[in-house]
Structures are given as structure tokens and as C-alpha cells.
């Protein structure tokens, strides 16, 4: 690689790490908040569940389930 190469590369990467920087405060405002996460429902028809029977449901992509116990 030629000196004049890098005088070139080099302040193209700085301002690409630059703008980069400069954009992700941007972005990530974008995502919501921790309180309206946190308000996030599920609703779930327990009704035909026999005594003893298990379900699993997904709530925020995770895994959630719901024993229902005999007497």
C-alpha cells in the first residue's frame, strides 16, 4: 500500500466510525422504553384446562407456563 493510499482510507474510516457514533443515539431512541415494556399483557383462556394439565404460552419470545393444580 502506497503512502497516498492511506491519506485517502484513513480519513474515510474516521469519518465512517464518526458518523457511526454519531448515529446510534439515533437508532437506539427508537427502542421503547423500560416502563412501556414492563406494561406488556398476555391473555390466556384457562378455561378448558383440565386439574394437572400444563401449557406453555410465549410471552416476549419467552417460554411462560401454567400448572393447573389439582385440589
Avoid: C, K, Y
Avoid at 26 to 51: C, F, G, K, R, Y
Wanted: neutral net charge.
Amino acid at each position: 500500500m502506497r503512502r497516498r493510499d492511506f491519506i485517502h482510507i484513513a480519513p474515510v474510516a474516521f469519518a465512517g466510525t464518526g458518523a457511526a457514533a454519531a448515529v446510534w443515539p439515533l437508532i437506539d431512541s427508537m427502542n421503547p422504553s423500560a416502563d412501556v415494556v414492563a406494561q406488556a399483557t398476555i391473555e390466556v383462556d384457562l378455561q378448558p384446562m383440565e386439574p394437572g394439565q400444563r401449557i406453555t404460552v410465549s410471552w416476549r419470545e419467552q417460554p411462560v407456563f401454567i400448572v393447573r393444580r389439582t385440589a
